[in-house]
């Protein structure tokens, strides 16, 4: 079974504006990351933030944790039409080494 | 350097027929993950090693599934006995340490089972 609920399941917005994505989860995590993945292609790590950071950054990217709503945003800014891809939120279980993705969100970039 | 990689990347089998997937590491992970992704949904986590040993296999659906990795490095998941349901994406992943870090995913091998 899947820990994660992505919100929204699917978001299409134009070139040029942030887009944000939501994930809940529900145990005790020991960090939290965000996968990529291309249509037909692989996953492809985008940033890990640890269950002890509030927020990260790289380069386009800025990720939020809230421990306490056991919450993550990731945004996007000034998006681009490389940027459509499928996005998955996945949790490090405390205790275990697994990741446990949600169903992620569908992001379409408009030119 | 090289990354990890999966093969066959795509399988058809008819159904009851047993089934070994690859997965090669990079080099010098410790860790290797198996996971299944059905169409539209994230990952599903099915087993992973540390070195040659399997230390969780709770996401392995039943004992048609199974999985070794013998010296530490390229790994099979076989299925045996395949059925419909199996037809997913299997993906393999590694990462450099037994513990909490980002895994590098594989492309995936596509199996359908007819």
């Known amino acids: 079974s899947q820990q994660g609920e992505e919100d929204p399941q699917a978001l299409s917005i134009q070139e040029g504006e942030n887009a944000t994505m939501n994930c809940s989860y529900k145990?005790?995590?020991?960090?939290l990351q965000w996968y990529r993945q291309n249509s037909g292609r692989g996953l492809v790590h985008l940033i890990l933030?640890?269950?002890?950071?509030r927020e990260k950054h790289s380069g386009r990217l800025r990720v939020t944790l809230d421990t306490s709503k056991k919450s993550s945003s990731l945004l996007i800014t000034a998006s681009r039409a490389a940027d459509t891809a499928s996005y998955f939120c996945?949790?490090?279980?405390?205790?275990?080494?697994?990741?446990?993705f949600g169903q992620g969100t569908r992001l379409t970039i408009n030119p | 350097g090289a990354g990890v990689s999966q093969s066959p990347r795509y399988k058809v089998t008819k159904r009851g027929q047993d089934v070994a997937l690859r997965c090669d590491p990079i080099?010098?992970?410790?860790?290797l993950y198996w996971y299944r992704q059905a169409l539209g949904q994230g990952p599903e986590f099915l087993t992973y090693?540390?070195?040659?040993?399997?230390?969780?296999k709770s996401g392995l659906p039943n004992d048609r599934f199974s999985a070794e990795r013998p010296e530490g490095s390229i790994s099979t998941l076989t299925i045996q006995r395949t059925e419909q349901r199996d037809s997913a994406m299997y993906r393999c992943?590694?990462?450099?340490?037994?513990?909490?870090?980002?895994?590098?995913f594989g492309p995936g091998t596509r199996l359908t089972v007819l």
């Open positions: 090693f540390n070195y040659e040993a399997q230390q969780d």
């Open positions: 933030i640890r269950s002890n950071e």
């Open positions: 996945a949790t490090g279980i405390q205790g275990a080494q697994k990741l446990v």
């Open positions: 080099s010098g992970h410790v860790s």
């Open positions: 145990t005790s995590i020991n960090n």
């Open positions: 992943a590694s990462s450099p340490q037994a513990t909490e870090n980002e895994q590098f």
